[in-house]
């Protein structure tokens, strides 16, 4: 028979591990009562389980530090603790908060790049919504070896900024941004694309710049492929394509549009001003969409050699140019 101290010990060696696990199953397991709500949560870099723990308290996501700290060391010991930004819906048990950041599960906010802009208007966008630096994004978007590729001739890549909705994590650099628009632009401008571009004896580079045109000129879907019917036209007999928008890109990038365009400005002295020069414009004046990049290499198959704003956002197209003063005395 043992003695009695002995089976006292032995309990006790038996149940308080039996204790310590159910107690720390449930503090680690199962989520504290709390209400239900969204938390915003930041893991700064070089932060271990101690600081992050006690930051976890005091948002009030968790409530026992001891049983985080513990079931790090026990379950999570082998992975890295990832800084970024997270979003806890609460109520969240310390696994599973654990589970997220040693996954880098970040949140991923949502940006928008509206159709039409220049990547200076990108940058000023990107700057008001805290995406990204200004200026820190404009010397970025001058570097142009990420599309040479593509457009050996590209002196920045305006024009390459894919208009679209990305999802993209709390402070990252305005390079990562750009790689990502200029990957998607890759990605949309297809190898049949690239086909088609060889078969209306157009290079890449000017397909995007008469899309551009396109953009600018309506953003009325079912127009853009009478738009470019107007362009390819006019281009195919050396007629200059008289585009205002190209005008208002150059009087924008001096600081000098104030929202009209005057008479006096289709004289200015530009390779940009479609007034004054035949052919397409240097270079893009804006990000076109996809459809006006599809609309400038598959036109509408029509004669149309001009189009008038109907002021309503559409436009109306004419063959010959006194159908189309006609229209312009309607309209104007």
């Given at each position: 028979?043992?003695?009695?101290?002995?089976?006292?010990?032995?309990?006790?060696?038996?149940v308080?591990p039996?204790?310590?696990?159910a107690?720390?199953?449930?503090?680690?397991y199962?989520?504290?009562?709390?209400?239900?709500?969204?938390?915003?949560?930041?893991?700064?870099k070089?932060?271990?389980?101690?600081?992050?723990?006690?930051?976890?308290?005091?948002?009030?996501?968790i409530?026992n530090?001891q049983?985080?700290i513990?079931?790090?060391?026990?379950?999570?010991?082998?992975?890295?603790?990832?800084a970024?930004?997270?979003?806890f819906?609460?109520?969240?048990?310390?696994?599973?908060?654990l589970?997220?950041?040693?996954?880098?599960?970040?949140?991923?906010h949502?940006?928008?790049?509206?159709?039409g802009?220049?990547?200076?208007?990108?940058?000023?966008?990107?700057?008001s919504l805290?995406?990204?630096?200004?200026?820190?994004?404009?010397a970025?978007?001058?570097?142009?070896?990420?599309?040479s590729?593509?457009?050996?001739?590209?002196?920045?890549?305006?024009?390459?900024?894919?208009?679209?909705?990305?999802?993209?994590?709390?402070g990252?650099?305005?390079d990562?941004i750009?790689?990502?628009?200029?990957?998607q632009?890759?990605?949309?401008?297809?190898?049949?694309?690239k086909?088609r571009?060889?078969?209306?004896e157009m290079?890449?580079?000017?397909?995007?710049?008469?899309?551009s045109?396109?953009?600018?000129?309506?953003?009325?879907?079912e127009?853009?492929k009478?738009?470019?019917?107007?362009?390819?036209n006019?281009?195919?007999?050396r007629?200059?394509?008289?585009?205002?928008?190209t005008?208002i890109?150059?009087?924008?990038?001096?600081?000098?549009?104030?929202?009209?365009?005057?008479k006096?400005?289709?004289r200015?002295q530009?390779?940009?001003?479609?007034y004054?020069?035949?052919?397409?414009?240097?270079?893009?004046?804006?990000?076109?969409?996809?459809?006006?990049l599809?609309?400038?290499?598959y036109?509408a198959?029509?004669?149309?050699?001009y189009?008038?704003s109907?002021?309503?956002?559409?436009?109306?197209?004419s063959?010959?140019?006194?159908?189309?003063?006609?229209?312009?005395?309607?309209?104007?």
């Amino acid at each position: 028979m043992l003695p009695k101290a002995i089976k006292v010990i032995l309990v006790v060696a038996l149940v308080v591990p039996l204790l310590f696990s159910a107690w720390l199953s449930f503090e680690f397991y199962f989520a504290p009562k709390t209400s239900p709500k969204e938390i915003f949560f930041v893991v700064d870099k070089g932060q271990g389980v101690h600081d992050i723990s006690q930051n976890l308290k005091e948002k009030g996501i968790i409530k026992n530090r001891q049983s985080f700290i513990l079931g790090y060391k026990i379950y999570y010991s082998s992975k890295s603790l990832k800084a970024g930004e997270y979003k806890f819906n609460l109520p969240i048990s310390p696994k599973n908060i654990l589970k997220i950041i040693t996954e880098g599960k970040v949140y991923l906010h949502s940006l928008t790049i509206p159709e039409g802009m220049t990547r200076k208007e990108i940058a000023r966008h990107l700057e008001s919504l805290n995406f990204a630096d200004e200026e820190e994004f404009l010397a970025a978007s001058s570097r142009t070896k990420i599309i040479s590729s593509l457009d050996k001739e590209a002196k920045n890549l305006e024009g390459y900024l894919f208009p679209e909705t990305y999802h993209f994590p709390k402070g990252i650099s305005a390079d990562k941004i750009i790689s990502t628009l200029v990957s998607q632009f890759k990605e949309v401008f297809s190898q049949e694309w690239k086909e088609r571009a060889s078969e209306i004896e157009m290079t890449p580079r000017e397909v995007v710049v008469l899309a551009s045109l396109i953009e600018k000129e309506t953003y009325l879907s079912e127009e853009k492929k009478l738009v470019s019917a107007v362009f390819h036209n006019r281009l195919k007999i050396r007629m200059k394509l008289d585009c205002d928008p190209t005008i208002i890109y150059v009087l924008k990038e001096q600081g000098t549009f104030n929202g009209r365009l005057l008479k006096k400005d289709l004289r200015l002295q530009s390779p940009y001003n479609t007034y004054r020069n035949r052919g397409l414009p240097p270079g893009p004046i804006c990000s076109p969409g996809q459809e006006s990049l599809e609309a400038a290499l598959y036109p509408a198959q029509e004669k149309y050699l001009y189009f008038v704003s109907k002021k309503d956002g559409s436009h109306h197209f004419s063959t010959n140019f006194r159908d189309h003063q006609n229209a312009v005395r309607k309209y104007r």
